[in-house]
């Protein structure tokens, strides 16, 4: 079938964090836990929003503009099962004070990270990312809409996660218990094959890439329409 296409490590790391809602920031011998306070433009510079009250910001200040510092964040799996870490991040570099005035009434100091270094764990194996990659990178058009469309598949038509199933090779299905929904991206969906005691993950393809969010129910219900045409049983769904 020839290679399949697939996101690039940067591009993943980028769509992490513009999926996930929280951060670590580890500087000056603290651990501070961030929660809807940073993004990434489209330069590529990690932008934090900061309590201008907090310990975080006075070290960052009292650094002359330049603080050491280590971001890590956890991918987690949006819908319920073993094993729910998918990846972690981290990214290193120096924090400093974005120029201008300081929002809301000075409470607020809005710092960026002057990248050094990254790594994205994944199952088992730690990819390096360069600066240059990272900034070029672009998220997956799916990254802010994947938690929502995993959760509703699940809570509103869970017999489909079991009808795709059906487009796994049947060698790989012997002793599974539970079927998840672990991934969705722009190229298809993951699905996390539960054994008694393991697990697998498979993926299936989408037949074209997909453009925009609203592109995936679309690319879904092409993928039951094979599955449905695949006459072998179901296994048991989430």
């Keep these: 079938m020839g290679d399949r296409p697939a996101s690039t490590t940067a591009e993943r790391l980028r769509t ?3 999926a996930e809602s929280s951060l670590d920031v580890v500087a000056a011998q ?3 836990q961030l929660i809807g306070r940073h993004e990434v433009g489209n330069d590529g510079l990690l932008k934090l929003s900061v309590p ?4 975080l910001a006075f070290e960052i200040i009292s650094s002359g503009g330049r603080l ?3 971001i890590e964040i956890t991918d987690v799996a ?3 099962m073993r094993d729910r870490v998918r990846a972690r991040a981290s990214l290193a570099g120096a924090l400093s004070v974005v120029p201008g005035p300081v929002g809301d009434g000075g409470t607020e100091v809005t710092v960026v990270l002057e990248l050094a270094a990254a790594e994205l764990a994944e199952r088992g194996e730690v990819t390096a990312v ?3 990659a990272f900034a070029a990178a672009v998220p997956d058009p799916l990254a802010d809409r994947e938690a929502n469309l995993l959760c509703h598949l699940v809570s509103a038509h869970a017999d489909l996660v079991a009808w795709l199933a059906r487009l796994v090779p049947a060698d790989r299905l012997h002793g599974v218990r539970r079927v998840h929904p672990l991934r969705l991206d722009r190229y298809g969906i993951e699905l996390r094959l539960e054994f008694p005691s393991r ?3 498979v993926r299936l393809w989408f ?6 969010a609203g592109d995936a129910p679309s690319r879904l219900l092409e993928l039951l329409a094979r599955a449905r045409a695949c006459r072998r049983a179901r296994p048991t769904a989430h």
């Design 78 to 80: 949006a819908v319920a």
């Design 199 to 201: 697990e697998r993950d």
């Design 16 to 18: 992490l964090l513009l």
């Design 52 to 55: 201008g009250d907090s310990v």
């Design 68 to 70: 050491p510092a280590l």
């Design 30 to 32: 603290r651990r501070v």
């Design 207 to 212: 037949s074209s890439p997909a453009e925009t």
């Design 130 to 132: 360069t600066p240059e």
